[in-house]
């Protein structure tokens, strides 16, 4: 089940909230066994067997708190860390280390073929963050069977984040925030299916024909696969971003304060400026976890530069076993390394110019992080820099009204906002077009076939 299916939207969320927020007197366990029950039919709808799964690594993680929080032993907290990381590196990163060794090996097709539990990525780096936290003492009390299963399981954030630490969780579950306004969530929620079915969907269209027609062996226009590429750096953005709107919009209406993922990240004037926008929870999470353990940036040029690489290889091997994956990663180790040392790119970082070759290189890596390949990698961005080839696809030409359209809203635009803010005329058009977008996103996405969300996959 995903967030933009009708069977969510209509079948479970309104029910969901509208029984959540009756108060009563057993008020806590009341908002447990709801949030219980809601993660199980979230789950259970997506798998039986991601639902098992979750259950038996949350008894886990609990035994793991348990010997964690009790002996304080680094040595112990490191051998949790690595079997707690080892059902996601079974399930994702078999068949590629199989693959690597013995491309023709049997084993390769039956662990190809295997079905990755649901939200496996981002529930082990939750585990691993609880963990860590409980080493360090930055929790309260080791969390009980009930309250670990309820953490990792969470539905609004388990598929595709935003990740969350336990001490968020706690504080949502024990005394949820009644500050929010449940008419700004609820727009939130509706803004965030906007951008899944009205943008993010329509886009896939002329994204995927492009970068599947590639991996087909087609040729195309330079142009057309500029557009192509453009396609899909924007169809992430609102799918991601969209996922995220409705997830934390869903969490504020339980009284969960979950963190934002987003921050307009293209428009961001540096790559380092771009990751502290994109997907932020991530970046976050490597910086607690990973980078800063290795040292951060207080030590030698050389270690850092390591710290650096490690940090993107791993980054690159989370979103995926493949070097497309592998690539991306190091493609921004090396940018931001560059960055981060060579004179010039300090200068040129910053303002418009630092703005266009930002915007320049986010594109440019999105394009193995999107191919089905290697090879598919090279022979797209080949193409797109090739002086010769065939006219510019129709195909391309129809979309670019909703390729500039979409484009624009990416765009700086609250001086505007805040100008036509307190115009009667422009709050009833808004009112207008916002009820009519919703409507539509709501006939969408009921009507519409099986539509994921890409980080679902990782």
């Known amino acids: 089940m995903t967030f933009s299916t009708g069977l969510f939207i209509i079948g479970l969320l309104p029910w969901f909230i509208l029984i959540y927020s009756v108060r009563g007197r057993k008020e806590r366990r009341m908002r447990i066994i709801l949030t219980a029950l809601a993660n199980c039919v979230f789950l259970i709808r997506g798998g039986v067997g991601s639902f098992l799964f979750i259950c038996a690594f949350a008894v886990i993680i609990r035994l793991f708190s348990l010997l964690v929080g009790k002996t304080k032993k680094i040595w112990l907290l490191a051998l949790c860390l690595v079997l707690t990381v080892m059902p996601l590196v079974f399930f994702k990163y078999t068949a590629f280390l199989i693959g690597m060794i013995n491309p023709l090996s049997d084993v390769l097709s039956w662990t190809s073929s295997m079905i990755i539990p649901l939200g496996i990525s981002f529930v082990t780096f939750e585990a691993v963050s609880l963990l860590c936290d409980i080493y360090k003492g930055r929790t309260d009390k080791i969390p009980g069977f009930i309250d670990t299963y309820l953490y990792l399981s969470f539905f609004p954030t388990v598929t595709s984040g935003p990740i969350i630490r336990f001490n968020e969780f706690e504080s949502g579950l024990i005394s949820p925030s009644l500050s929010f306004d449940r008419a700004a969530s609820v727009e939130r929620i509706a803004i965030g299916l906007c951008k899944k079915t009205l943008i993010a969907d329509k886009i896939a269209i002329l994204a995927d024909h492009y970068f599947d027609g590639i991996a087909c062996g087609s040729s195309y226009s330079a142009a057309g696969l500029w557009i192509g590429s453009i396609a899909y750096t924007l169809q992430l953005y609102y799918d991601f971003s969209g996922y995220s709107d409705m997830a934390i919009g869903i969490g504020q209406l339980m009284g969960f304060d979950i963190r934002e993922n987003f921050n307009r990240p293209y428009q961001a004037d540096s790559i380092s400026d771009f990751w502290k926008r994109w997907h932020m929870s991530l970046t976050q999470w490597f910086r607690d976890y990973v980078y800063i353990p290795l040292g951060g940036n207080r030590c030698s040029i050389p270690r850092h530069v390591f710290n650096m690489l490690v940090v993107w290889?791993?980054?690159?091997?989370?979103?995926?076993?493949?070097?497309?994956?592998?690539?991306?990663?190091?493609?921004?180790?090396?940018?931001?390394?560059?960055?981060?040392?060579?004179?010039?790119?300090?200068?040129?970082?910053?303002?418009?110019?630092?703005?266009?070759?930002?915007?320049?290189?986010?594109?440019?890596?999105?394009?193995?992080?999107?191919?089905?390949?290697?090879?598919?990698?090279?022979?797209?961005?080949?193409?797109?820099?090739?002086?010769?080839?065939?006219?510019?696809?129709?195909?391309?030409?129809?979309?670019?009204?909703?390729?500039?359209?979409?484009?624009?809203?990416?765009?700086?635009?609250?001086?505007?906002?805040?100008?036509?803010?307190?115009?009667?005329?422009?709050?009833?058009?808004?009112?207008?077009?916002?009820?009519?977008?919703?409507?539509?996103?709501?006939?969408?996405?009921?009507?519409?076939?099986?539509?994921?969300?890409?980080?679902?996959?990782?």
């Not at 994956?325 to 040392?341: H, Q």
């Not at 022979?379 to 797109?384: A, D, F, L, S």
């Not at 803010?421 to 422009?426: C, E, I, P, Y």
Request: aromatic share 16%.
């Open 313 to 458: 290889l791993i980054t690159g091997l989370w979103h995926g076993a493949d070097w497309t994956f592998i690539l991306w990663g190091l493609g921004y180790f090396i940018l931001l390394a560059i960055e981060k040392y060579v004179p010039f790119m300090k200068k040129t970082a910053g303002g418009i110019s630092g703005h266009i070759y930002t915007l320049f290189f986010v594109n440019l890596l999105w394009i193995p992080f999107r191919s089905a390949d290697l090879s598919s990698a090279v022979r797209y961005i080949r193409g797109m820099f090739s002086l010769s080839g065939p006219s510019i696809e129709d195909k391309a030409v129809r979309f670019m009204p909703l390729l500039v359209l979409a484009i624009l809203l990416c765009c700086p635009r609250d001086r505007l906002l805040s100008k036509l803010s307190g115009k009667k005329w422009f709050c009833v058009i808004k009112g207008v077009t916002f009820v009519l977008l919703t409507a539509f996103a709501i006939c969408s996405a009921v009507n519409s076939t099986y539509s994921p969300y890409i980080y679902g996959d990782f």
